[in-house]
């Protein structure tokens, strides 16, 4: 699950150049980082999945405004 999380979030990600991805604030996934780690130190795997969506979904839609502009085709 993770491994496919991060190859869509990184598909759009590498086709920034440097100056665009250093523009990205992808802080926005850090509330879903800390829900994945805490579901993950109780060993609750629906509410790791549901952190594990927040934190593609934060991610996706921090690149979007940039994308549109322009950046990644």
Not at 54 to 71: S, Y
């Amino acid at each position: 699950m993770c491994k496919n999380a991060l190859a869509r979030v990184a598909k759009l990600y590498v086709e920034f150049s440097t100056a665009e991805a250093e523009m990205l604030d992808l802080s926005v996934q850090e509330e879903s980082n800390e829900r994945m780690h805490d579901a993950g130190g109780v060993n609750d795997p629906v509410a790791f999945l549901v952190a594990l969506k927040g934190w593609t979904r934060a991610g996706l839609e921090a690149m979007e405004p940039l994308r549109i502009r322009g950046g990644a085709a």
